[in-house]
Structures are given as structure tokens and as C-alpha cells.
């Protein structure tokens, strides 16, 4: 068995993505300053943006862990390209409720169609929405990692040209933050929005390697039953969208 | 691949399994959108829209038909054993598939001009043919792709509209933004040249794409 491979280094990296987002939201409330336009509401900001940058990170990533397992193989990187887009889709969840919020407190209304990171990011989440559903179709688990796999790399080739599709057809109300010009952030704001983004990518990070040992050690505590039960009366495994070793 | 093409397209003209349907559905939602938006006629951005959608839920048809056949009849298996490249199967699929989008345009654009569209089509009709077929090769590639992908699934219905949707956003923002301006009432204006630019860059990338993987959606 591959024991303590995802579990290694797990609790120093716990504790300092917790010291690092803790450190980022208290910066966010004491140290940077409120913006001249929207007042305390543009605090949101340094939640919403880091969620949805994080989010389309791991979908990325979880295409380019597709493409490894279909060139190795190994279901390992089927593994985690699930876990990747799965832990994903719960920070997009976030995004998309914070974003609503945001908008709803700086431009009045609670979805804005003329916004085209919004736009693009609701359709990238709906095409991950299928992920699940579409593993959990597939009965066949060396067939369900494979398709999986494809599904995840046309999905990782979708999100920036979906970007560019939708940033195309609209007009430019989203304030560009990592843009090259910076976005006209001033210094403060940028280093507390700079950690806030390092604090959510480790808890990305974090989140996965949790689920990662998790999963595994649910695999090894199955293999040690089934031996415990001996081969004739081993219990079949429950179809599961989520990928099995 | 040649002869791949010419068995879906004779099995197509003997049985007439998906193209008359795609016709019909389309002029179906034409009527329906006529009661629904309550309109006479329609013209520019609107009328723009309703056409590629109406495009799009008629692909969706073919796309869920699409590997069927091989399915059911062990075409997958025939294939398999056949010495040839396997991806040679998806390019006769995507060709098949353009094929079909282009027959069921050229009954779906008259049907359109007549019983909705306000000016005549005729003006901009060049650059309505070359978006049309921009649109549809990227229409074609992705569509069979999901389509291999979801003929393997228990819930193929579901799974060929869900996954094909979003996928083909993309294509519908940059399809009717430019045909918008070909359909204004005060006669044909010129198409923006970054439309046809990202429906030849969508082409490009999801054609090669899914080209890579096709592959690997095939096995036993």
C-alpha cells in the first residue's frame, strides 16, 4: 500500500494555512483601508476574488491530472483530479454566493448579466456540476476514470476560453484585479489581497491532501476487511461517483 | 475514415432516423418562440439568438442519436477489430455531424427568413454561410466528443444536454453576436472580426482536443 503518502507534512500545513487565512482576514479588518467608493462592503472582495481564482486553479488542475493519468495509468491521478475539481466546486459555491452578495451591495441587484467574470465563472460551474453526475453514470470503474479524465481535461481547456468568449460579448463592469496594470490597487490593499490569495490557495491545498488521506484510508481499511472477511463473503462495493483504488 | 462516413450517411438516407427530426424540431421552436416571445417577426440580436439556440437543441438531437447504432448494434466492437487508426472513427463521427448541421441549415435558414425573420437574409448571406460553418465544425468536434463520452452512460439522455450546454456556450455568444449584425432591420451590417475569430479559435482548440483524447473513450 502506498500509506502515508498524502497524509505526509498534513499538520504543519493545516496550521499554517489556518495562521496564514486568519493573518489575511485580520489584515482585511485592520490593516487595509476601506475603499473610498464602496465603504466596508469591498471587504468581500478579499474573500470572493481568492475563492474564484483558487476554484478555476484546481479545475485546471484537475484537467492536468487527467492528463497525466491517462498517460500513466495510474489511478492515483484519477484520484486526484477528482478531489481537486470536487474540493473546487465547493469554493466556486462560495464565489458564486459571495459574488452575489457583492453585487447586490454595490450595483444593486443580486445577479448582473452584463458582468462577464460572473457569467463565465456560472457557466464554468455548471459544466463541473456534471462531473458527478457523470462519474456516478458510468458503472465501470477503469471506464468511469478514463471518461472522467477526458471530461476533466476539456474542462480545464474550456474555463480560459470560456473567459475570453464571455469577456468578448460584454462590457467591462468588473473591476480587473490581477490585471497588468495592476488594477490601481494601492499598496495596503494589494499585500493584504496578495495573502488572502496565498492563505486560500493552502487551504486548497490543505483541503485536498485531507481528502486525499481520507479516501485512502477508507481503500485500506476496505482491503483490511475484505481480508478479514476472507474472499467468499466480501460485501460488493456500492457504486460511487467518486473514484475507487 | 471515407468509408466510415459513407456508411452513417447511406444508414442516414435509408432510415431517416435523424435528420427529419432535426428539421421539424426546428421549425417546431420556431413557431414556439413565435408564441412565446409574442413576436411577428424578429430581427438583429434577438433573432440572432433565437436562431442558434434553435441550432444548438437540434445538435443536441443528433449528438444524442449519434453513437447509437455502434452501441447497439456492436458497431464498437467491428470497429475495434478493424485495422485502422482509431481516431479515423471520430473524424468520420465530426464529419458526419457537420454534414448533418449543414443539411439541416439549409432547410433551417429558408424556414427561419420565412416564418420569422424580419429583414431578408439575402444581403449578408456569404458571411452568414462562413459563421454557419465556423460554428458548426465546432459544433461537430465537441458534440461528438461528448457523445462517445456519454453513449457509455447509463443516463445518456441527461447526460449529452448537460454536458453539451455549457460547453457550447462559447459558440453561441460568438455565432449570434456576429450574425446579429447580418439581421438588422436597416439592412446588413458589417460582422466584427473577433466573432469569426474565436468560433475559428474554439474550432481549432476543442478539433485538436478532442482529436487527443478520442482515443481513450474507446476500449474492450
Not at chain 2, 470497429?79 to 479515423?88: E, H
Not at chain 2, 460582422?191 to 475569430?197: A, K, Q, T, Y
Request: contains cysteine; glycine residues 8%.
Amino acid at each position: 500500500m502506498t500509506q502515508a503518502k498524502f497524509s505526509r507534512g498534513l499538520v504543519p500545513l493545516s496550521i499554517v494555512s489556518v495562521v496564514l487565512l486568519v493573518g489575511g482576514f485580520a489584515m482585511v479588518f485592520f490593516y487595509a483601508p476601506n475603499e473610498a467608493d464602496q465603504g466596508f462592503v469591498q471587504k468581500i472582495f478579499y474573500l470572493h476574488v481568492p475563492l474564484a481564482i483558487v476554484a478555476l486553479f484546481g479545475f485546471v488542475a484537475g484537467g492536468v491530472y487527467g492528463i497525466r493519468f491517462l498517460r500513466s495509468g495510474d489511478r492515483t491521478y484519477d484520484l486526484r483530479s477528482y478531489v481537486a475539481i470536487h474540493i473546487s466546486l465547493i469554493l466556486a459555491v462560495g464565489a458564486l454566493i459571495t459574488g452575489s452578495i457583492w453585487a447586490k451591495a454595490s450595483w444593486g441587484s443580486w445577479w448582473v448579466w452584463d458582468e462577464p467574470t460572473l457569467v463565465s465563472f456560472l457557466i464554468v460551474f455548471l459544466l463541473y456540476a456534471c462531473y458527478q453526475p457523470l462519474r456516478f453514470s458510468i458503472e465501470d470503474p477503469e471506464r468511469q476514470a478514463r471518461y472522467a479524465a477526458v471530461f476533466a481535461i476539456v474542462g480545464g481547456a474550456f474555463v480560459p476560453l470560456n473567459f475570453m468568449a464571455v469577456r468578448a460579448a460584454e462590457s467591462l463592469v468588473h473591476p480587473r484585479v490581477l490585471s497588468t496594470t495592476g488594477g490601481a490597487m494601492p499598496g495596503s490593499m494589494r499585500v493584504t489581497f496578495l495573502v488572502c490569495l496565498a492563505g486560500m490557495a493552502l487551504l486548497f491545498v490543505t483541503l485536498n491532501k485531507y481528502e486525499l488521506t481520507s479516501k485512502q484510508a477508507t481503500f485500506a481499511l476496505r482491503a483490511l476487511k475484505r481480508r478479514l472477511a476472507g474472499d467468499d463473503d466480501w460485501v460488493p462495493i456500492r457504486r460511487s461517483a467518486a473514484p475507487q483504488l | 475514415m471515407a468509408a466510415l462516413v459513407r456508411k452513417d450517411l447511406r444508414a442516414e438516407l435509408r432510415t431517416g432516423d435523424t435528420l427529419p427530426a432535426m428539421a421539424l424540431f426546428s421549425i417546431s421552436t420556431f413557431v414556439l418562440f413565435h408564441f412565446g416571445l409574442d413576436a411577428r417577426s424578429l430581427e438583429g440580436d434577438l433573432a440572432a439568438g433565437v436562431f442558434w439556440v434553435t441550432m444548438l437543441f437540434a445538435a443536441v438531437l443528433a449528438v444524442n442519436r449519434q453513437f447509437v447504432a455502434e452501441r447497439e448494434e456492436g458497431g464498437f466492437d467491428g470497429f475495434l477489430l478493424a485495422p485502422v487508426d482509431r481516431t479515423s472513427l471520430f473524424l468520420a463521427k465530426a464529419a458526419v455531424l457537420f454534414v448533418f448541421l449543414v443539411a439541416l441549415q439549409v432547410v433551417a435558414v429558408p424556414a427561419f427568413a420565412i416564418l420569422l425573420l424580419e429583414p431578408s437574409p439575402g444581403p449578408g448571406l456569404p458571411e452568414l454561410i462562413g459563421l454557419l460553418l465556423l460554428a458548426d465544425a465546432g459544433i461537430a468536434a465537441v458534440g461528438t466528443l461528448v457523445g462517445a463520452l456519454a453513449v457509455q452512460t447509463r443516463a445518456r439522455e441527461v447526460i449529452v444536454p448537460l454536458l453539451v450546454l455549457p460547453l457550447m456556450i462559447p459558440v453561441v455568444i460568438a455565432a449570434a453576436r456576429g450574425t446579429a449584425p447580418l439581421w438588422l432591420e436597416a439592412g446588413a451590417a458589417a460582422v466584427e472580426g473577433r466573432w469569426p475569430l474565436i468560433l475559428g479559435l474554439y474550432d481549432l482548440v476543442f478539433g485538436l482536443l478532442a482529436y487527443a483524447v478520442f482515443d481513450y473513450l474507446l476500449d474492450e
